[in-house]
T-cell receptor
Framework: KNEVEQSPQNLTAQEGEFITINCSYS?????LHWLQQHPGGGIVSLFM???GKKKHGRLIATINIQEKHSSLHITASHPRDSAVYIC??????????????FGQGTILTVHP | DAGITQSPRHKVTETGTPVTLRCHQT?????MYWYRQDPGHGLRLIHY???????DKGEVSDGYSVSRSKTEDFLLTLESATSSQTSVYFC?????????????FGPGTRLTVT
């Protein structure tokens, strides 16, 4: 079964801390996505990656294809980073039309 | 931001009534998707479209139908709404130029079935 698992489910941090959210998946993928959703808000794509590492501001995403694992790091966290972070993948297998399978999400709260 | 809107943004309806949600895009993207988001389940795919009049089922399609008569519009219909369909519904679009591409999400529709 094609599955995506995230950890932790909930994460609380103090402002300035380094944060890591993990994502693992069950079978081969063509790409992995990290999404952000603020409370009551829409969903925004942060990264799409299929290998290596990407960086945007204080956010860094890495992926290890052999280990079937990805991490999202936030450096110097800030209360405005408080949101739900969602991992999603495009599994290999025929013509998938870009369909995504999602993890359950990680609720991040950063206190000042 | 990708030009994608959903209407209505909020709706309360009674069990047994039909409901149609609209997703409209101005990006001319090929692929469109309907998801529902529920606590404990995350986002799940209801239906998707890979072109005008080309649609297929996702993992939670029972009780839902879709139509796409124009590139820019993707309609989701609940034929006879049930309380289990109370959820937040998100539409997403993707260029469809490759097997994997970023998806851009609409603002969501909060549907309550009483």
């Amino acid at each position: 079964k094609n599955e995506v698992e995230q950890s932790p489910q909930n994460l609380t941090a103090q402002e300035g801390e380094f944060i890591t959210i993990n994502c693992s998946y069950s079978v081969g993928i063509s790409a992995l996505h990290w999404l952000q959703q603020h409370p009551g808000g829409g969903i925004v794509s942060l990264f799409m990656l299929s290998s290596g590492k990407k960086k945007h501001g204080r956010l860094i995403a890495t992926i290890n294809i052999q280990e079937k694992h990805s991490s999202l790091h936030i450096t110097a966290s800030h209360p405005r980073d408080s949101a739900v972070y969602i991992c999603a993948v495009n599994f290999w297998g025929g013509t998938s039309y870009g369909k995504l399978t999602f993890g359950q999400g990680t609720i991040l709260t950063v206190h000042p | 931001d990708a030009g994608i809107t959903q209407s209505p943004r909020h709706k309360v309806t009674e069990t047994g009534t039909p409901v149609t949600l609209r997703c409209h895009q101005t990006e001319n993207h090929r692929y469109m998707y309907w998801y529902r988001q529920d606590p404990g389940h995350g986002l799940r795919l209801i239906h998707y479209s890979y072109g005008v009049k080309d649609t297929d089922k996702g993992e939670v399609s029972d009780g839902y139908s879709v139509s796409r008569s124009k590139t820019e519009d993707f309609l989701l219909t609940l034929e006879s709404a049930t309380s289990s369909q109370t959820s937040v519904y998100f539409c997403a679009i993707s260029p469809g130029l490759a097997e994997a591409y970023e998806q851009y999400f609409g603002p969501g529709t909060r549907l309550t079935v009483t």
